[in-house]
C-alpha cells in the first residue's frame, strides 16, 4: 500500500485490510514522505498488529517509485495491491487466494470494483470488459480492463521478469504494467467486487486524467503498439492510425470510421494464432467497434 498524506481515509484502508478473512499476511506501508499524520497513524496500527510494517521515503518521490518500492520490499509467495484511499471487502484476501491455489497456470487475478464517493457511500459498480484470461488478452488491446488496486500476483512472475511500473508511463502506469506482466503469464477477472474504488478530488485518476491528456494519448499509443509488435501483429499504416485513434476515445464516431475500425481488428484476427484467442479478439473488437468514439 502506497501512502501520500492519506490520513482522511487510510484507516478505513487499513481496518479493511486487519478485517480480512484470510489472516496470514503482513501488510507493507510504503509512506511517500507525507506530511500529515499518515505516519502517525501507522504507527499507532503496528503497535496493535505486528502484521503491519512501515517504511517510508526520505522525501517525495511520487506514486511510481512508491509502488515499487513496496513491490520489491514483498517476499512473499503472493502479493495484493490496495491504495490507500480504498477500501477491500472482508473475503478479498481469501478469494484471490483460493483461486491461485487452485488454478496454477493463472499469474494474477482481479475483479469488479464498487466505486464509493468521498464519505465511503456507494455509487456503483464497474464491471470489467473481460474475465476469462482469452477475454482479458483480447481486451487489452482496446482499454485496461484490470483494475490494479483489486489483485492479488504471483511474486515470482514480477520478480523473475522483472517488471515494474514504469516511470516514464506516469498516467498510464497501471496499464503498461499489466501489459508486461501478460508478457510473463495470463490473468483472469472474477465476476465479484474485490475492491471499493474511492473517487475524490485528489485521486490520481482525476489528476491525471484532466491535465494530461496529450500525454496520455502518447502513452496509449506506446502501450498499443507495443502490444500489437508482442502479439506479432503488423498492421498498414493507415489501419494502424484508424485503430491508435479509435482507442483516444476523443471525437464522436461517423459509419465510415466504424467501418475503418472494423477493417483494422479483421486484420489483427487474422494475424492471431491462438484459436481461442482469435475468438476473444473478434467479439472485443466487435463490441468496441460498435461502442467506438472515432
Known sequence: MPCYNAQKYLGQAIESIL???????ELIIVDDGSNDRSREMIAAYMEQDSRVKLFVNEC????VYTRNRGIELCRNEY????DADDVAPPGRLQTELEFLENNPDIGAVAGKYQLIDDSGCKITTQYPAAFTKSEVRAAMFFQNVIANGSVMYRNEIVKKGAISYRADFGAMEDYCFWCDFLKQSDIVNLNEVLQ?????????ERITGESQAEKRTKLLDLIHLDL???????????????YLAATHNTTQPGIRGKLALWRAVVQMIKQSKNKDYERELRRMGMRFTLKSRI
Do not use: C, W
Open 19 to 25: 478485517a480480512q478473512t484470510y489472516p496470514y499476511f
Open 79 to 82: 502479493v495484493a495491491l490496495m
Open 228 to 242: 500489437l509488435e508482442s502479439a506479432g501483429i503488423q498492421l498498414d499504416k493507415e489501419k494502424e492510425r484508424v
Open 196 to 204: 471499493f474504488y474511492r473517487i475524490h478530488g485528489n485521486s490520481h
Open 60 to 63: 517525495n518521490r511520487g506514486l
